[in-house]
């Protein structure tokens, strides 16, 4: 069960132990840890499931460390927890997420990092100091592949293709598929970032709890076809 504790310091799972992390306590140390490297967090949004175990946060990050954001966007930084012990796929894990927002145009997620699983000794408080510094690093070929993003044409078809198959895997709503659609077929420039954004900004209506996720999920949906940005 998830502890209690949400305002003591984080505590690090004994080996081979099972350990619920406190959301409140992980928040606590995420921030202490940007502060202590010279990063400024604001806009920070919390989202916590019903019962408590499950949480995800982002904030909107600046810091002299950072590579600077393509002109209109900031760096995002999210982090999911979930408490549920047992399972499959990691489902008891913290992980950071890293990506840009263009305000009312849509969010992106870029890169995404595990932090620790509840078991095994894991101390946070280190790994958060060098999710930082990955995220600190990640930013340069992020704004790399953010321009090549931007410089990529891709046909209506192609896209509209891309958002049904993101509709098939339960990342968007059927009625959320075609606004995107339709948006991606007004935009003065119809490149893969573009399209990116038409799907970022119709998941700002999904659960908060699911939408860093989903973007990530849409950026490796398209990704193999675009291997270049990678590079």
Request: aromatic share 10%; net charge positive; proline share 4%.
């Amino acid at each position: 069960m998830l502890t209690t504790r949400e305002n003591t310091d984080l505590m690090s799972p004994r080996k081979n132990r099972w350990q619920a992390i406190p959301h409140d306590a992980l928040m606590l140390k995420i921030t202490s840890a940007a502060g202590n490297r010279g990063c400024q967090l604001s806009n920070g949004t919390i989202a916590k499931s019903n019962d408590g175990l499950r949480m995800a946060a982002d904030w909107s990050i600046q810091g002299k460390s950072l590579k600077q954001p393509p002109e209109g966007a900031f760096w995002t930084f999210g982090v999911t927890n979930s408490n549920i012990q047992g399972g499959t796929n990691g489902r008891a894990a913290v992980y950071l997420y890293a990506g840009l927002d263009f305000a009312h145009r849509g969010s992106i997620v870029l890169a995404k990092r595990k932090v620790g699983e509840h078991r095994g000794g894991v101390n946070f408080a280190q790994r958060i100091k060098e999710a930082l510094a990955w995220f600190a690093v990640e930013t340069g070929p992020m704004r790399t592949r953010w321009d090549k993003l931007s410089k990529i044409p891709i046909p209506i078809e192609w896209a509209n293709t891309a958002l049904v198959m993101a509709g098939t895997m339960n990342l968007l709503a059927r009625s959320r598929t075609y606004d995107a659609m339709n948006a991606f077929a007004k935009a003065e420039k119809q490149t893969m970032a573009t399209l990116l954004l038409c799907f970022g900004n119709e998941t700002k209506r999904s659960p908060p709890l699911y939408q860093m996720e989903y973007l990530w999920k849409f950026f490796n949906l398209i990704s193999p076809q675009l291997k270049e940005i990678r590079k």
